[in-house]
């Protein structure tokens, strides 16, 4: 009986793990991590994001400055700045597992088999709410549309007093291409994602392990490496949205399972943040000593951060930095 109580409770997180319609596609946490089969990872065929990108940053509803510096940090610390971190591992590090899926494609001679460089544009603050605090799938696409429409990733981040449709219930965010984006010139790569502030509505879907889990075994929350369990919740949804953004930007590159409700580079390795991972255990991590927070990656700035593995496609692996 026990068995099958787990069976059932392992199908209801992988239907809330991925919601996908259409361009879009959706992240949800969980602490479960041993009912994926990565060697059923395959590559669909289909382009991946390329050439320079640039990531903007629309903020809507009320953060601190000192909130948009986490993600912000976290946006630098993904390239090569000019004044690297020599700490490791790092963020840039992470990343770096992003850089396979093409090598494969260019081994393949598949379409877009050349390599990806982001960087840091601008941010646009929406502090009145101008479409409310309840948004809908398309608010959030036309608030998206408030950055740059060509080869630009542009990020829509959602403060803790605002729903989004499927926010908590299914989804910690989303990423998807605009209609912009699908027109015909060629050039044109105008990708967006959402990512909510869950701090307020439901840390234990979308900031675990910051805080204890709604479903699956309870243990105790770990510390957030910038004190902040909403913000350090949004960096790992923002990351593995960019991770899948990159490498299934139309729904027909890199993804496991069903179109319907794909796995991507990052929810394919659901709830492993470092090696030994196992339900309810997001694995060994490194520990600052002196405000206790567990991390697996520097950034600049003296920033750490906690970031979901990768699948990496040679090995068919969950990929942790530690």
């Known amino acids: 009986m026990a068995s099958v109580a787990y069976i059932h409770l392992v199908t209801k997180i992988v239907l809330l793990l991925s919601l996908f319609n259409f361009t879009t596609a959706s992240r949800q ?12 990872f395959k590559y669909h065929n289909g382009p991946l994001l390329s050439g320079e990108i640039t990531i903007h940053l629309i903020w809507y509803g009320r953060f601190k400055p000192s909130q948009r510096a986490i993600i912000s940090d976290f946006i630098a610390s993904l390239s090569s700045p000019s004044k690297p971190t020599t700490d490791q591992p790092s963020v840039a590090t992470w990343w770096t597992t992003t850089e396979k ?29 101008s479409f409310g605090k309840s948004l809908t ?10 950055g740059d429409s060509k080869n630009a990733i ?7 007093d605002v729903n989004v449709d499927g926010f908590c219930s299914s989804r910690c965010g989303t990423h998807g291409i605009s209609k912009s984006g699908q027109m015909k010139e060629k050039n044109n790569k105008f990708a967006y994602i959402w990512v909510g502030n869950s701090e307020a509505q ?25 004190n902040d369990v909403g913000l350090d919740g949004m960096v790992i949804n923002l990351a593995s949205l960019l991770a899948a953004t990159v490498t299934n930007p139309f729904g027909n590159g890199y993804y496991q399972g069903p179109i319907e409700a794909p796995l991507e580079a990052a929810s394919a390795c ?4 470092g090696s030994g991972a196992f339900p309810g255990y997001a694995g060994e991590l490194l520990v600052d000593p002196t405000s206790g927070a567990s991390y697996n990656a520097h950034g600049v700035h003296g920033r750490k951060y906690l970031l979901p593995a990768l699948l990496d496609p040679e090995t068919s692996s969950c990929s942790t930095l530690v």
């Open 101 to 129: 899926y093409y090598h494969l494609i260019k081994n393949r001679k598949a379409p877009s088999g050349t390599s990806l460089a982001l960087s840091m544009g601008r941010h646009i603050l929406d502090e009145n709410y």
């Open 29 to 40: 946490l969980t602490e479960s991590t041993q009912y994926q089969n990565p060697a059923l």
């Open 137 to 146: 799938s398309q608010q959030i696409q036309r608030l998206a549309a408030k």
């Open 270 to 273: 659901p709830g492993v943040y």
């Open 202 to 226: 439901c840390p234990g879907n979308c900031a675990w392990p910051f805080h204890q889990p709604i479903y699956g075994p309870q243990g105790p929350p770990l510390v957030s490496p910038n």
């Open 154 to 160: 542009n990020v829509v981040l959602t403060s803790s």
